[in-house]
Structure formats: C-alpha cells, structure tokens
C-alpha cells in the first residue's frame, strides 16, 4: 500500500475537525461578544439620552420657576400699577420650548389629561406616563426607546409637573369658575399631577455611533481570533499532527511485516519530553520487539509442533494404556461374577442336602434333647448359608446384567402363605408373632414368582432378626388403582414415574415393632455391604446384601421400594411393582394367611 493510498482525505481528517471545532468556537465567541457589546452599547445610549434629557428638564424648569418668581415686576405698569401682560409661567415655558424645537430635532411639550388646548393632548406614551405618576407620586422620572409616527426610532423623557400655590389661580377651585383667561378652573389641588413635561430625542445619532463602535470592536475580536485560530493550528500541526502521521505511517509499514521504516524522531518540546515523544519512543520498542518475534516466529512454530507431537504421542501411549486396563478390569470383573455365580451354585447342592437331613433327623422323634437341639442348630445355620448363597448369587446376576424376571400369574395369596409357612419356625423361636393378611381385591398378576418370594422372605427374615422377643411382624399385600398415588409416595432411588403404574399397583408391606431405623442409615440400607447402626459390637450380624436383594428385584420388576422408621418404635418397608393384567384371572376369595 503506497502512501497515497494510505492518506486520509482532507475533509474528514484531524486537521479539518481541528480547524472545524475552532472554527465554530469563534463564530460562537463572537457572537456573545458582539451581542454583549451591542447590549452595551445600546444601554449606554440610553443613558446619555436620559442624561441629556434630565439637562433639558433641569433648564426649563428654571425657566418656568424664573417668569413665576417675577410676576409682580412683569405685570406692573410704569407707575406701578399692576396690570396683567398674559406671560405667566406655562406661556412663558412653552414660548421657549416652542423656540427650542423649531431650532433642533429635539421636540418639549407639556401636556396634562385634560388639556385646554388640543395641540397639548397627551398621546399613547404620555397617558402611559401620566398614569405611572398619579400611581406613584415619588416617581422622578418615566422614559424608554420609542417609534415615532414615521417609524423612526427615538427615546422619550417625562417629568411630573406638581400643582403649585401659582397654579392655584387658574386651576384651582371651584370647579368650572372661569380663571382670567376665561378657561374654566379644574379644582386641582396643592401636591397633585398638574402635567407633565415631555421631552423627545432622535436616537440615530446614538445608533450610528452603536454600530461604529460594535463594528469596529467585531474587527479587532476577529482579527485576534484568527491570530489565535492560526497559532494554535500550526502548534497543533507542528506538536501533535506530523508526529501522529509519522506514527500512523510507522504502524501501516509494520502492520504489513515491513520493520525497515525510520524510527520517529520528535524533537521533544520546551521543558523537557512530552506524552507525544513518550508515545513514539514506546512504539519503537515495540516495533523492535515485534521485529524479533517476528523473525523467530518460525522457528517458536516449529518448536511448538513438535512439542504437540509428543504430547500426542504421549496421549496415545497413555490411551492405548488406558485401553489395556479398561479390558483387564472388564476381564477381572467378569471373573469376579462368575466365580461368585459358580461358587454359590456349586454351594446351593451340598446345603441342601445339609437341610434336607437337618430336617429329617428333626423329625425323629427318639432323639434326646441336646441332639435335638444340635440338629436344630444346624438347620438354622444352613437355612442363613442358603439364604447368603442366593444373595451372592442374585448379586452377581444383577451386576452381570444376566438377571431376567420369568413371568407368570402369581397368586399373592399362595405367596404370603409360603413365604409365612417359611419363615414361621424363624419367628417361634424368637416368640415373635408373624400374621399376614392379602386384600380380597388383589388380582392375580403378572411378575416372576420366585423373585417375588426372594423380596418378601429378606424384608420378614430381617424384620424377624431386628426384633425383640414378644414383637410382631406384618405383612400385607394391597392393590391401588391407576388414579391412587399412595403407592409413589416415599420411593426410594430408581424408582420409576407413574407411567408404570398405569394399571395399578401391588403393595407389599412389612411393619414390625423393632428396634427401628435411625434417619441417617436409611438412606444407605439399601446399598451393598450397608446395615444399620453397624459397629464393631453389633450384636445382629449379617453381610448386608438382603436390602440389596430387595432392591435390585424390585426395580428388575419396574417397581420401587421405600422405608419409613423410627428408633425404638418399629420400621415399616414397601415394595410397589406395576400391576401386570393377566388373559385370565382366577380371583382366590380367601385371603386368610
């Protein structure tokens, strides 16, 4: 880009709105000062007008009190007789007015509201006056710029004229008596407005002298404007402007990778460097700086693409190594489940042969008491070694993702009296009354029965274990319709909306009168390896994959499970699963236990 190219045109560079901006500031200054001296000067027009006046007033004042004070010489007689000659003060001040204005263009006449002669008629500014003097007897004085009858501009002075004990003879009272002139007497009192006398100025001699002087005072202000106007351009073009357009063309040829361009050299101005040279002397470093960058900018490239290759190949590495071990704990674990499904399959055989004996020597009667006991002992034991072994083993499934539910119509009848026949021998021994009860509308429904039987003995299995001799353990099954939400309420995590429960609900309740759940372990009971108020003295024992149990099958059926407990007072826990319809119901009317 040459320089041409890069110039700026002229009308909107920083010259023009330099030059612009005073511009307008001058014409603005100007204007107020050619305003402010018209005012001025206009006022002070006025004043020597007024001045003027306030002259001519004095004189013919002292004219009229003169032909007043020397009535008695003027109107005798040789012989001393007094004889009236007609030359009283008001014809006297008028003769001389009169004389006055035919020799200038200044005009005085006098002039009262009730005039005895027409030539002496008040006109619109005197009525004004005349009325600002009876309004206030202490006004001197009323005068303002007025336009006469031609338009032409002129200033009007008026005084008050006060009766006096002269004027008393000729316009005094009785009103309508004629005077000695014949006029009839107005009934002025002593003090009043008798008159007034009007003075009348031209003003074009102030005008022209206004204008001469607004005129001459518009030069000399111009001229110093344009002095300074054109001082402070070229201190401006000389200090700012040039350095600026050598720094806009210092940045142009950086701007385009070129570093050959003469460093700006500001000479600094008087007392010492300014903002201007400090700004130059930083662009050059940088100019420098950036030139150094610049050069190695290929290089620094270079070193920073293979640092990226490495850091990806490390990437790769560690990727590859990540891979390695995601695939071996995948190994691990899928080992994990099937050594645990083998292992509890292969010890499901050998404990219920244990049972299956335990239980046929329990039923022979020759046995002596120690040997029963010993025989029940083990029947015991071996029932919780089965039950641990089905744990593990729904566990495993459950974690494998190999856990299917086998549908069928399950009678919740037949389930609850299994589950009780099972579980009754547990609960005699403790002395612990267990009771079931299945609602009369509980349909047949659709679910896996021995999953079923799983959820239902761990909830009685635990609520045996976790109460006191002498207590009681519920169960109860109940059915809720597609418009009940009782059945939602208190859902633990995983459970489903209610989109599942679209046909209705079955709730399976069990409630005892335990020793309860504390707030802060009922929200882990359902996690693996969790039981409630564990302790290293605990004194019921177990692995803690029973609740689990319940929740994994549970939610495998699309239902929830919750629990609601008080320390001390007893637990209760539901289970809600999604009522399946089956083809053919065949409702059971006895829901005794």
């Known amino acids: 880009m040459t320089d041409e190219a890069r110039k700026?045109?002229?009308?909107?560079?920083?010259r023009f709105k330099i030059a612009l901006s005073i511009g307008i500031i001058m014409v603005v200054l100007m204007g107020v000062d050619t305003?402010?001296?018209?005012?001025?000067?206009?006022?002070?027009?006025?004043?020597?007008?007024?001045?003027?006046?306030?002259?001519?007033?004095?004189?013919?004042?002292?004219?009229?009190?003169?032909?007043?004070?020397?009535?008695?010489?003027?109107?005798?007689?040789?012989?001393?007789?007094f004889r009236t000659k007609h030359l009283v003060c008001v014809v006297a001040a008028k003769s001389i007015s009169m004389l006055f204005t035919t020799e200038t263009d200044y005009s005085i006449r006098f002039t009262n509201e009730t005039p005895r002669q027409q030539a002496n008629a008040p006109d619109d500014f005197e009525t004004e006056a005349l009325?600002?003097?009876?309004?206030?007897?202490?006004?001197?004085?009323?005068?303002?710029v007025d336009e006469n009858a031609d338009g032409v501009k002129v200033f009007r002075y008026l005084e008050p004229l006060p009766v006096t004990e002269s004027c008393l003879e000729c316009h005094g009272e009785p009103v309508g008596e004629p005077d000695q002139y014949g006029y009839p007497k107005e009934g002025?009192?002593?003090?009043?407005?008798?008159?007034?006398m009007s003075i009348t100025e031209p003003m074009d001699i102030y005008e022209t002298g206004v204008q001469s002087s607004v005129v001459q005072q518009v030069i000399m202000v111009l001229c110093m404007m344009l002095a300074a106007f054109a001082a402070v351009y070229l201190v401006t073009s000389r200090l700012v402007l040039r350095p600026i357009d050598a720094l806009r063309r210092a940045a142009a040829s950086v701007g385009e990778g070129d570093f050959s361009y003469k460093p700006v050299s500001i000479q600094p101005a008087l007392g010492g460097p300014d903002e201007i040279t400090e700004l130059t002397s930083d662009f050059d470093s940088m100019a420098r700086d950036l030139q150094a960058l610049y050069e190695d900018l290929e290089g620094q490239v270079r070193s920073k693409t293979d640092d990226l290759m490495a850091l990806n190949d490390l990437l790769n590495y560690q990727k590859r190594e990540l891979k390695i071990a995601l695939d071996r704990l995948g190994e691990e674990v899928a080992y994990k489940n099937e050594f645990f499904a083998i292992v509890s399959h292969e010890l499901r055989t050998p404990l219920t042969s244990i049972l299956a004996y335990a239980r046929i020597l329990a039923?022979?009667?020759?046995?002596?008491?120690?040997?029963?006991?010993?025989?029940?002992?083990?029947?015991?034991?071996?029932?919780?070694?089965?039950?641990?072994?089905?744990?593990?083993?729904t566990i495993s499934k459950h974690a494998a993702q190999k856990d299917e539910l086998l549908l069928e119509p399950v009678d919740f009848v037949d389930l609850a009296g299994f589950v009780k026949k099972s579980l009754d021998p547990l609960a005699a021994a403790k002395d612990i009354a267990l009771t079931c009860s299945v609602a009369a509308d509980v349909p047949l429904s659709l679910a896996d029965w021995e999953k079923l039987r799983r959820i239902l003995e761990n909830l009685v299995n635990n609520a045996i274990k976790y109460t006191?001799?002498?207590?009681?353990?519920?169960?109860a099954i109940a059915f809720e319709g597609p418009h009940e939400t009782s059945a939602l309420d208190g859902?633990?995590?995983?459970?489903?909306?209610?989109?599942?429960?679209?046909?209705?609900?079955?709730?399976?309740?069990?409630?005892?009168d335990g020793m309860g759940i504390a707030?802060?372990?009922?929200?882990?009971?359902?996690?693996?390896?969790?039981q409630a108020g564990q302790s290293a003295n605990r004194r019921y024992r177990g692995t803690g994959l029973g609740l689990a149990v319940v929740r994994d099958l549970t939610e495998l059926h699309g239902g929830a499970v919750s629990v609601k407990s008080a320390v001390k007072k007893g637990s209760t826990f539901t289970v809600s699963i999604p009522y399946l319809p089956v083809d053919e119901e065949e409702d059971d009317e006895d829901p005794a236990c």
């Open 35 to 81: 305003a402010w001296n018209l005012y001025l000067q206009t006022s002070q027009a006025q004043n020597e007008a007024r001045e003027k006046a306030e002259v001519l007033a004095a004189e013919m004042r002292a004219a009229w009190d003169f032909v007043d004070m020397n009535q008695n010489v003027i109107n005798r007689a040789e012989d001393g007789s």
């Open 491 to 512: 859902t633990a995590d995983g459970a489903t909306g209610e989109d599942a429960f679209e046909h209705g609900v079955i709730v399976m309740t069990v409630t005892d």
């Open 131 to 144: 009325a600002a003097f009876n309004a206030d007897p202490t006004l001197k004085a009323y005068y303002a």
């Open 188 to 196: 002025m009192q002593l003090g009043q407005v008798g008159g007034a």
């Open 519 to 530: 707030p802060e372990d009922q929200e882990q009971i359902f996690e693996l390896y969790k």
């Open 8 to 14: 700026p045109s002229f009308r909107y560079g920083v």
């Open 468 to 475: 006191h001799r002498g207590g009681f353990v519920k169960l």
């Open 363 to 393: 039923d022979n009667g020759k046995l002596d008491r120690k040997t029963r006991d010993a025989v029940s002992e083990i029947e015991t034991n071996a029932s919780l070694l089965l039950e641990m072994v089905n744990n593990i083993l």
